[in-house]
């Protein structure tokens, strides 16, 4: 019995069965954890949905951005639909309502306190300890999942607010919490969320800081998984583990078993030019 995280899929529907063969994966016996950005980009992301969906308790996944922009173009596809989108296979299929209503249940945050582990897509504001990451994933998903969900949708887009208050409320509080668990990747060193840097940490930019390493960060106590960033790669410090290898770009697939930190991966084709999303 192991529970193993998976980083991001983006519609890598092969790839993600090669890594299931290898790392021996028993669907009677074993738990998945998923990262996020189950879909787009890649060309399976309906077969993904319908395998991630088919396992039912034993597979746990939490929202991603292109996970969350999936669900806008099923609710207005003109408005919403991108160019490099390759979503419309979901959209066409004829069991997309019942699949994408499954989607839309799913938690922005998970937290099993026997592995002690914490998963988001992306990241948690500096600001945040446990307790409100919590709280606050709880109220983006009850509106996910409630009678204003296309409100919701049409509301989430933009960069602002980009920083952490109580006082937050309505669009607001719901858009900035969105943008952490979905797309945070940088910092400034007052906690401030800055989503114009999306590249590798470090070099001559001292303006931004890695989320994880911002002085004072309130949830450094609780290990933290999350995906989103494959720029940043395979990463083991600060408390966090980072698993968004690039499969999409020519990287690797990571599997992460929680219970003993191994690491299985999978070399993958590009199928996508290098990028960043």
């Given at each position: 019995?192991?529970?193993?995280?998976?980083?991001?899929?983006?519609?890598?529907?092969?790839?993600?069965?090669?890594?299931?063969?290898?790392?021996?994966?028993?669907?009677?016996?074993?738990?998945?954890?998923?990262?996020?950005?189950?879909?787009?980009?890649?060309p399976?992301?309906?077969?993904?949905l319908?395998?991630?969906?088919?396992?039912?308790?034993?597979?746990?996944?939490?929202?991603?951005?292109?996970?969350?922009?999936?669900?806008?173009?099923?609710?207005?596809?003109?408005?919403?639909f991108?160019?490099?989108?390759?979503?419309?296979?979901?959209?066409?299929?004829?069991?997309?309502?019942?699949?994408?209503?499954?989607?839309?249940?799913?938690?922005?945050?998970?937290?099993?306190?026997g592995?002690?582990?914490?998963?988001?897509?992306?990241?948690?504001?500096?600001?945040?300890?446990?307790?409100?990451?919590?709280?606050?994933?709880?109220?983006?998903?009850?509106?996910?999942r409630?009678?204003?969900?296309?409100?919701?949708?049409e509301?989430m887009?933009?960069?602002?607010?980009?920083?952490?208050?109580?006082?937050?409320?309505?669009?607001?509080?719901?858009?900035?919490?969105?943008?952490?668990?979905?797309?945070?990747?940088?910092c400034?060193?007052?906690?401030?969320?800055?989503?114009?840097?999306?590249?590798?940490?470090?070099?001559?930019?001292?303006?931004?800081?890695p989320?994880?390493?911002?002085p004072?960060?309130?949830?450094?106590?609780?290990r933290?998984l999350?995906?989103?960033?494959?720029?940043?790669?395979?990463?083991a410090?600060?408390?966090?583990?980072?698993?968004?290898?690039?499969?999409?770009?020519?990287?690797?697939?990571?599997?992460?078993?929680?219970?003993?930190?191994?690491?299985?991966?999978?070399?993958c084709?590009a199928?996508?030019?290098?990028?960043?999303?």
């Open positions: 019995m192991a529970t193993y995280a998976i980083g991001d899929i983006q519609g890598c529907y092969d790839q993600l069965q090669q890594l299931l063969d290898k790392i021996g994966f028993d669907p009677a016996r074993d738990t998945l954890w998923f990262a996020g950005d189950l879909v787009n980009r890649g399976q992301s309906l077969e993904v319908r395998f991630v969906k088919s396992l039912g308790e034993r597979a746990i996944t939490v929202l991603g951005n292109h996970d969350l922009h999936l669900l806008a173009v099923w609710q207005d596809k003109h408005h919403h991108k160019s490099n989108d390759t979503l419309l296979p979901v959209i066409r299929a004829a069991d997309r309502d019942e699949l994408l209503e499954w989607l839309r249940r799913r938690p922005l945050l998970h937290y099993d306190a592995l002690d582990y914490l998963l988001v897509h992306a990241g948690l504001p500096p600001q945040w300890d446990t307790e409100t990451a919590m709280r606050c994933a709880r109220e983006v998903e009850t509106t996910l409630g009678e204003q969900f296309r409100d919701f949708l509301n887009y933009g960069n602002k607010p980009k920083r952490w208050s109580e006082q937050l409320g309505g669009w607001d509080r719901l858009r900035f919490a969105v943008n952490c668990f979905t797309r945070l990747r940088f400034t060193a007052e906690g401030e969320l800055d989503f114009h840097h999306k590249g590798k940490p470090g070099g001559d930019d001292t303006e931004v800081l989320w994880f390493k911002v004072g960060r309130r949830n450094r106590g609780q933290i999350f995906g989103h960033w494959s720029t940043l790669g395979l990463y410090d600060d408390n966090v583990r980072a698993i968004d290898t690039g499969c999409l770009w020519g990287g690797a697939l990571t599997a992460l078993r929680l219970d003993d930190d191994s690491v299985t991966q999978l070399a084709p199928i996508c030019a290098p990028g960043i999303d």
